[in-house]
């Protein structure tokens, strides 16, 4: 493949070849399985939440079982979730008797196939692949199957290897795996391994038996055809004469539009979620995803509004998904299967509802504008830096990648996750260093000097504290994704205007954290000094009907100074609804005032369309439409 660095470490691509030769397994098959399994990531010693180990994912059970008290509780299995069974251990036809369960790709059995301690198999990727191939050969002789040269005939023992419950799962990630191969992949390690997969675009599909293309499901639930949902609901109920919970009954998009998908981490293991959404005293959201094979749970319809980013307003117009995990702890917990079950998820809903997929409709729940000036330190951090929105795009067939030359005007963030490794604090306790990890962050400077100190946040911090590296400390980051207005450059440095003052980052262009964009920009209005900046698209105040108090207008504490831009990606038209407990949804009152959403700092915000030009970047300059109001 052209561009591969030849002095990079390819001792893992050399494990690949040799397990494959050894077990007389395809190596396309054993590199896209795992793949699939870990991004090709070692991990060395480190497991994950369901004890997989290794590029291969290699689960100790026996760790597992002693780490599970007996009467640990499980999340709700639905009808579809059944044990992926046949006559010859494969996936089960239609009414085909149960005779074995499938279990996941056992680290200890593939220990004693190939002969050597399992704790080797945990620290040592090459030992690692091995276990792997020879499990997937064994699956293979189990099926009756011969070890075959031609991938196409590996599809039922790939569908078995990472031990999926249902039937529905099984098969996507079969062909997960399969499409991986037809168009290939490269990819840099987080432990700098330089791994090419070559794509084989003449591979075929793999016919779907009845089973695998008609799943059960809850017919509750709202998901694509290849993801397997359970419904596990939440109340909407009154509590006592002043509160109820945990959600609003909605009739989107008729009453509101749904312009926004909201990610989150949920900060603990999802039992507990599952019993927090099913209080009507607790938030609420729509769905959550399971860490260890990306199964997908909804808990409100998506027509209906959950309780779940901190802000009315972004609640009224989004779909809140929570995925299992704790953001100071990445590799053990953001799984590859959970990525892909995520972006199925959010492609599908995307679809549905014409929502772009780019980083002001898609973001996390770090980036949710505060509602008010007072509500800004209580706003959430969650999924962290350590999500890689780089490849969650990627997977929503949306791939972050420059739109301009490196000299525009505008620039999106885009450092190279695997290698790019910003130092920060508080993974295991207040100010102790974290464990070196790919991130998506980028940190910004006073001055173009990594000396220089960090940019301040007067509205996360009002006491003046400084900002800090520590891991949930966002006052002086951006995100892969987001694009911002370049205000000045110097050398390997470029400066973006972030929250009404120039911010720093390094940026060098032998390896950019950023790339050049084009798009619109608003800037004030000529003969304004400064216009407000607000966390939500408030109607004027004589949109208001007598029986509807009119909220506080709360601008955020930040300046937007006349000169200084802000990228644009949406208009949006002026809305509130004053909730109440109704069997019907509350009115919306709509305004005629009109706002446009902008990247102004790590989180979003709006300004009036009144207040502002709209510019274009300098490389999509005189395009039409760049002038007109939202």
């Not at 960090?454 to 520590?470: A, F, V, W």
């Not at 509807?548 to 609804?577: H, I, M």
């Amino acid at each position: 493949m052209s561009g591969v660095d030849e002095t990079a470490d390819r001792r893992l691509q050399d494990a690949f070849t040799d397990a494959a030769r050894e077990f007389h397994v395809p190596r396309s098959v054993l590199m896209s399985v795992s793949y699939m399994q870990s991004r090709w990531d070692t991990h060395p010693g480190a497991p994950s939440v369901s004890g997989g180990f290794g590029p291969m994912h290699l689960v100790d059970t026996d760790r597992v079982k002693a780490a599970t008290p007996p009467s640990a509780p499980q999340p709700p299995l639905g009808a579809h979730d059944q044990p992926l069974t046949g006559t010859a251990g494969g996936p089960a036809a239609a009414g085909t008797p149960a005779r074995r369960a499938v279990q996941p790709a056992d680290l200890q059995h593939a220990a004693h196939l190939i002969a050597a301690p399992a704790g080797r198999l945990r620290t040592d990727a090459v030992a690692n692949v091995r276990g792997g191939a020879a499990i997937l050969a064994e699956t293979q002789r189990r099926l009756g199957k011969p070890l075959s040269a031609d991938p196409a005939d590996w599809w039922e023992a790939v569908a078995r290897f990472p031990g999926t419950r249902d039937v529905t799962s099984a098969a996507s990630y079969a062909d997960d795996v399969f499409a991986l191969i037809r168009r290939g992949a490269h990819r840099t390690t987080a432990e700098g391994q330089d791994v090419s997969l070559p794509a084989n675009p003449r591979l075929r599909p793999h016919p779907r038996t009845a089973g695998q293309q008609n799943p059960q499901r809850s017919k509750q639930a709202e998901c694509p055809a290849e993801l397997a949902c359970d419904w596990l609901g939440a109340p909407y109920e009154e509590i006592d004469d002043s509160s109820y919970g945990n959600h609003d009954l909605a009739d989107r998009p008729r009453d509101q539009p749904i312009e926004y998908i909201v990610i989150h981490d949920t900060e603990a293991e999802l039992q507990s979620m599952f019993q927090t959404v099913q209080d009507p005293t607790e938030s609420s959201w729509h769905y959550s995803i399971r860490s260890s094979d990306g199964h997908v749970t909804q808990h409100i319809k998506t027509k209906d509004e959950a309780w779940h980013s901190g802000s009315q307003f972004v609640n009224a117009r989004s779909i809140g998904i929570e995925h299992e995990g704790f953001l100071t702890h990445p590799g053990t917990w953001y799984t590859e299967r959970m990525y892909q079950a995520s972006a199925r998820l959010v492609k599908y809903l995307a679809k549905k509802y014409s929502i772009p997929l780019d980083r002001q409709h898609i973001f996390g729940h770090d980036n949710v504008p505060a509602p008010t000036a007072d509500t800004i330190p209580d706003m959430h951090d969650d999924p962290g830096p350590f999500w890689d929105w780089r490849h969650y795009f990627d997977l929503l067939g949306a791939p972050l990648r420059a739109t301009a030359g490196p000299d525009s005007d505008m620039v999106t963030i885009l450092p190279d996750y695997a290698t790019h490794k910003p130092p920060f604090t508080g993974c295991t306790g207040s100010g102790s260093p974290c464990r070196p990890h790919g991130s998506s962050a980028v940190r910004l400077y006073t001055a173009p000097d990594e000396k220089a100190p960090l940019i301040q946040d007067p509205g996360r911090k009002p006491d003046g504290d400084d900002s800090t590296q520590d891991v949930n400390d966002l006052g002086s980051r951006v995100s892969t994704g987001q694009t911002f207005a370049v205000a000045d450059r110097s050398g390997d440095w470029t400066a973006i205007w972030f929250q009404g003052r120039k911010a720093w980052f390094k940026n060098p262009r032998n390896k950019p954290t950023a790339v050049g964009a084009a798009g619109r920009m608003v800037t004030p209005k000529q003969g304004l000094d400064e216009i407000p900046v607000y966390g939500r698209a408030l109607p004027e105040e004589e949109a208001y009907p007598d029986d509807v108090d009119e909220p506080t207008e709360s601008p955020l504490p930040y300046s937007f100074l006349a000169g200084q831009r802000y990228v644009t990606q949406a208009g949006v038209s002026s809305s509130y609804t004053a909730k109440s407990f109704s069997d019907t949804p509350n009115p919306v009152v709509w305004g005629r005032e009109r706002y446009y959403e902008i990247q102004f700092g790590h989180r979003l915000a709006y300004v009036r369309a009144s207040d502002v030009d709209v510019v274009g970047s300098s490389a999509t300059a005189g395009a039409p439409g760049l002038q007109t109001e939202p």
